[in-house]
């Protein structure tokens, strides 16, 4: 069983290395992880059966708009941390009656339940499927959360080889993954007498609850953006507070004779990114400029620990507010001119042509930056536009929408 046990392993050390991925992204190691990682991912995004293992299902590029999407991004840095502690709690217990020859690490969390490093791993699986909502991570942490199963199944079958009874009445007595009353109330659900046919019908629930809870959420999500509409262009805004400016701007920005020339050539629907001029994640909306390719940037940690600790900061408040906890999305010019927006415009091809609110951020649209404009919004003036690449500031690499 050792071979298989060492790929159930590397499949687990994969995946928390694919959800890690914005860790590595914004790390100079990023060219090295997509050299490698991203052809899988553009090969998913190829064919409509995988392209939606490569979109996101919540909020990442704005503040999330309501209270509900901020507590689930809350609880994704809870569990992503205690879940982690727990795993190293848990390890250092384990290694240190191992060394010091101790015998089975029966006391702590183990006391309750038999596997609580797994139940560790798991919980920081969820915390992680939150911070990187990729579906792709969402759908792995259920293949693992399998894996897991079969790795626990394995270790007891050897333990019980090797410690007989002890280990028997140690089973008896504890839950697996829970406490044993947790457990006997979960197994209710399915009053089947068959323990192997019962296990495989949750772990199919638990597959089709975690992907299809994602959907739900996407599904959530996207009928909750601030967004703005009129026509064929429709305004997002990366602050919730900035659709009021929307409702009362975006109409005359539109009818500037700069803004109205660069959208004369981009024909269909056009979605436009509405946000603080030094808003720290543009690059992955398009390349606006190297100093938004966060990966050449010398603050990794920083992003890290803001992203896990202080999950809206960097979203509220821009680049500065980031690392000084100074900014409040305010340019000023020192000519009184006021507060200055960038507008990223993006053309929007979708399969049925015309597009409604759900379409526009549908797994299957193309989304194509066009130009950028900086925009003073009190005074209505033009700070500068330019025409953008094709690409984000990660080049092909699939990004959050929203």
Known sequence: MKQPKAVFRGVIILYFVIGLEILIMISPAAGFFYAAFNPALLSLAQSPVTRWLTAFFL?????????????????????????????????????????????VALGGLYSRIRHPQYLGLGLAGIGLSILWPRFLVVALWAVMATLYYLLAKDEERRMLGQFGEEYRRYMDRTGMFLTRGAEAAVGSLLPICNTAIRAVLLLLFLFAGTVGGAF??????????????????????????????????????????????????????????????????????????????????????AMIGDWIFHPFRHLEGGHSAMHHGTDDGMENHGDGNGMVRRMIFLRVETPSGRANRTDIFGINVRRSPVFVADVDIHNLVLRDVRDLPPETGWGRVPTPIF
């Open 59 to 103: 909020p990442h590029m704005i503040s999330p708009p309501d209270v509900f999407l901020k507590i689930v991004r809350v609880a994704g840095s809870v569990l992503f941390v205690v879940g982690g502690a727990g795993f190293l709690l848990c390890a250092g217990q384990v290694y240190y009656h191992k060394f010091a020859g101790k015998g």
């Open 216 to 301: 739900a959420l996407r599904a959530y999500t996207v009928s909750h953006l601030p967004l703005w509409s009129d026509g064929a262009v429709s305004a997002l805004a990366i602050l919730p507070d900035d659709l009021t400016i929307l409702d009362h701007r975006m109409g005359s920005i539109l009818e500037m004779p700069e803004i109205k020339a660069h959208m004369g050539g981009t024909p269909g629907e056009i979605l436009v990114y509405f946000m603080p001029k030094d808003y720290v994640m543009q690059g992955m909306i398009a390349d606006t400029g190297g100093e938004w390719q966060l990966y050449k940037r010398h603050h990794t940690f």
